[in-house]
């Protein structure tokens, strides 16, 4: 009814804690009417939140404090099934997904029913390489003791991320098309992926080099824009989390960072937002579904 980065050895060591995350909406407190029945959350880590407390699945790295799960709790709805993992590419939707502990889980579409009326879909990451981009970016030496991934990328004159991603962009009409096989009445919201690391970076504090930082962000803002006009195109809803992280990134100080850099200062694993990254992204998508 409607009325209105994850690497094997990371997620191996990500504790299950019973601690909960206190968490009150920007946008708007607890519908007592639900605005959705079924609610139905689809993604990657970026959605998971791996390594924020409490741990629901620890083959997903799933968090109960995720984003999705403060959505549902805002909207109220009847049915919440999130479906989410850690390392899930776009192929994981349609296939089961063999994940680091060695567990296989369903594809998520088996969640989508009929009378599903809301999806958040966070994908395609993991489809473009993003965790392998990040981690071949780190360099422990300031220039020249070591290899800018941006020469790296784009030599011989051909950006080979750029080249992924162009690739990978159609894949969002086609998930959009699924889903609304799956689940005709369903309001469908991509979710976009949020502001990682500032202009220039902060070296050596994250050990990015300045032009590794630009152009890591630079391949996220691609990802992104490329996916609000794919989604947009099909007749699907884009939220777009990038304005609202900025100067929140890696480099940010601890108290105001909602993307855990290199080395977490918070619950979360690196590369990856945080408790506050993700209740960030639960109000822009609770404010986009009430407008």
């Known amino acids: 009814m409607r ?34 029945d079924s609610y139905v959350a689809l993604g990657d880590s970026f959605t998971s939140g791996p390594g924020i407390p409490p741990t ?10 995720n984003y999705p799960t403060l959505v549902a709790e805002v909207l109220n709805v009847s049915r ?9 590419v776009s192929g994981h939707l349609t296939e089961s997904q063999a994940t680091f502990r060695g567990v296989g889980v369903p594809p998520q ?21 993003l965790v392998q981009l990040a981690a071949g970016c780190i ?14 990328n784009t030599a011989g004159g051909a950006d080979r991320v750029d080249a992924a991603i162009d690739a990978f962009v159609p894949r969002y009409e086609t998930i959009t098309a699924e889903i609304r096989q799956r689940s005709p009445d369903a309001k469908i919201v991509f979710v976009g992926y949020p502001t990682a690391v500032r202009d220039g970076g902060c070296f050596p504090e994250q050990r990015l080099w300045p ?19 794919q989604v947009q ?7 777009d989390l990038t304005g609202s992280t900025v100067g929140h990134d890696v480099c940010a100080d601890p108290d105001n960072r909602w993307m855990e850099g290199l080395s977490p200062v918070a619950e979360a694993i690196p ?7 993700h209740r960030n992204a639960a109000d822009q998508v609770v404010a986009s579904l009430l407008e």
């Not at 629901?56 to 404090?65: A, H, L, P």
């Not at 032009?211 to 006009?229: I, P, V």
């Not at 195109?233 to 939220?239: L, M, P, Q, Y």
């Not at 590369?271 to 990254?277: E, F, I, K, R, S």
């Open 3 to 36: 009325t209105g980065i994850a690497l094997a050895g990371i997620l191996g060591s990500i504790a299950t804690t019973a601690v909960l995350v206190t968490w009150i909406p920007a946008s708007q407190p607890a519908t007592a009417t639900p605005l959705y």
């Open 56 to 65: 629901v699945s620890e083959e997903c790295g799933r968090s109960g404090s």
């Open 233 to 239: 195109e099909s007749g699907a809803e884009f939220v």
């Open 211 to 229: 032009e590794d930082a630009t152009y890591l962000q630079n391949k996220l803002d691609r990802l992104n824009s490329a996916m609000r006009q």
């Open 271 to 277: 590369l990856h937002p945080n408790a506050a990254g």
């Open 109 to 129: 579409y088996e969640a989508l029913t009929p009378d599903t009326d809301l999806v958040t879909v966070g994908i395609g990451g993991n489809d473009i390489g």
């Open 80 to 88: 919440f099934v999130d479906v989410s993992c850690g390392g899930a």
């Open 139 to 152: 360099n422990l030496l300031p220039p020249p003791n070591g290899q800018s991934c941006a020469a790296t």
